[in-house]
């Protein structure tokens, strides 16, 4: 009697475990079909018109001319070497300023930290337009220097080169480092740098061994993010309207607005997603070490 009391409720159990197990699916079939249809159907498509060539048919045919190709070769290295340089100077530009909002006190530090929470929502293209204002052919820093010299032309003439992409990245980019670096520091144990000071130690090497191996995890952190969004920077690029720079998100532009060439188009967009999604990964991996 006891054996089948037993064997009862373990049906039970399982009948109540299948319809949980049932009603959870059902909560979760409608978010899923949702990004099915909006995010992974276009993608789809993008990955099925980069195997169908202009003559018809299904081909590898596409990825063959575009990675043949010298704009493909160019575009991926200027796509490579931007992100990386605007990544490191995001990385030492952010870390000091970083150090100077939370380790020196200032009248407004508060006020600048909640600033680059602020900053974090603007668009890129309004700081590439920011510096236009100022550095451009007829921005303020020329017209200043025309005034005063009576030159034809001011000296600021790079905002349309690949430099100017750089500071424009730099400057967009590295409150994105600045905001996980600030929260590691807020739970920086204040008495270890009171001790390294107590005990004679000045200040570069206090933040070479005391704050910056805490500041490790977030740096790599705010690096990994900062490199995964410099490689699908589109809209600096686009505005500084730099010559010869052309990136892997600038090509797809290209190739689909101005060339027509879809399937082209749609192989640097399987390229630049795959790239991104590989660094998200690692970025993931970095943010869950870090504790971000």
């Given amino acids: 009697m006891a054996e089948a009391v037993r064997a009862a409720r373990a049906v039970r159990g399982r009948a109540e475990g299948s319809r949980r197990s049932l009603g959870a699916f059902g909560r979760a079939l409608p978010p899923v079909a949702l990004l099915a249809l909006f995010f992974l159907y276009p993608l789809v498509l993008v990955v099925r018109q980069s195997f169908r060539p202009d003559s018809g048919g299904t081909s590898v045919q596409p990825y063959a001319d575009v990675f043949a190709s010298e704009?493909?070769?160019?575009?991926?290295?200027?796509?490579?070497?931007?992100?990386?340089?605007?990544?490191?100077?995001?990385?030492?530009?952010?870390?000091?300023?970083?150090?100077?909002?939370?380790?020196?006190?200032?009248?407004?530090?508060?006020?600048?930290?909640?600033?680059?929470?602020?900053?974090?929502?603007?668009?890129?293209?309004?700081?590439?337009?920011?510096?236009?204002?100022?550095?451009?052919?007829?921005?303020?820093?020329?017209?200043?220097?025309?005034?005063?010299?009576?030159?034809?032309q001011g000296p600021f003439q790079f905002l349309n080169t690949p430099w100017g992409v750089l500071l424009a990245e730099i400057t967009y980019f590295t409150p994105f480092v600045m905001r996980p670096l600030l929260a590691a520091f807020s739970q920086l144990d204040t008495a270890q740098l009171e001790v390294a000071g107590s005990l004679g130690a000045r200040a570069p090497r206090i933040v070479r061994t005391v704050i910056l191996p805490e500041a490790l995890p977030a740096l790599a952190a705010g690096g990994s993010l900062v490199l995964v969004l410099c490689l699908n920077e589109f809209g600096i690029v686009l505005f500084t309207g730099a010559k010869g720079v052309t990136t892997l998100p600038m090509l797809v532009y290209s190739k689909a607005i101005l060339e027509s060439d879809y399937p082209g188009a749609c192989v640097v967009a399987v390229v630049n997603v795959l790239i991104s999604v590989g660094l998200y990964g690692l970025y993931r991996v970095v943010s869950r070490r870090a504790g971000a």
């Fill in 71 to 152: 704009a493909f070769r160019q575009a991926l290295w200027t796509t490579v070497w931007l992100a990386l340089a605007s990544t490191a100077g995001c990385l030492v530009l952010g870390f000091l300023l970083a150090l100077v909002i939370a380790f020196v006190p200032f009248p407004g530090a508060k006020a600048v930290a909640r600033f680059v929470d602020v900053f974090l929502s603007f668009p890129s293209f309004l700081i590439t337009l920011a510096l236009l204002f100022v550095y451009g052919s007829v921005g303020m820093a020329n017209g200043a220097w025309t005034g005063l010299t009576g030159a034809a």
